[in-house]
């Protein structure tokens, strides 16, 4: 059985971008965190995929987690990234010629592609896009915007009108599910301890 070539070509595709937007340009990397702001992951948990949940104390003065509800968001809208695909094989379907089997087996391939102009603009826009997505929910950027919230700067209007009532909710659940997780590796910890 042989692997489809457009299917080659979009998993090729897709995750050359989605390792370029996730590593981020290499100066954003080597900068620290500012002396007045404590970095995003000091003391923070490490939650899937190596997304950092940075600490907070819910206290009567604290609001909103916006920090986890932050991560929330991020961590959908990366996940999100793969309806991409959709678009991607349309556009490799009409860019490309289709190849068929038979009732005996015999695979056929057509002569031409069904409409190889459009196919192309479709793809080149569903790349374009993917990656404009993937570079606005990156890692670096939620590090960047947590320590610009430590640092009691405002989230930006872009990351803030996509907050959802859902997200925080989300952070809320998951920051409990950590503590009960916490609890109980401290419980086996000090059991161990025990003679």
Do not use: C
């Not at 995003?40 to 909103?64: E, H, I």
């Amino acid at each position: 059985m042989r692997f489809p070539f457009h299917l080659l070509l979009a998993l090729l595709l897709l995750s050359g971008p989605a390792a370029f937007a996730q590593s981020g340009p290499p100066s954003a990397l080597a900068q620290g965190p500012t002396p007045t702001a404590a970095p995003a992951d000091s003391g923070a948990v490490l939650v899937l995929n190596n997304w950092y949940l940075p600490r907070y104390q819910a206290t009567a003065t604290s609001g909103a987690d916006t920090t986890g509800a932050l991560l929330s968001l991020f961590r959908k809208r990366r996940a999100a990234g793969y309806l991409f695909l959709v678009p991607y094989v349309v556009g490799a379907s009409l860019a490309l010629p289709i190849s068929s089997t038979d009732a005996y087996g015999q695979q056929h391939v057509a002569s031409e592609a069904i409409s190889p102009p459009l196919g192309i603009a479709i793809l080149a826009a569903t790349v374009a896009g993917f990656v404009a997505h993937a570079n606005k929910f990156n890692k670096h950027h939620l590090l960047a915007v947590d320590r610009a919230y430590y640092a009691r700067q405002p989230v930006p209007a872009k990351y803030r009108h996509l907050l959802k009532p859902q997200h925080f909710a989300d952070a809320a659940y998951l920051r409990e599910a950590l503590s009960q997780q916490m609890a109980r590796e401290k419980m086996m910890a000090r059991q161990g301890k025990m003679p």
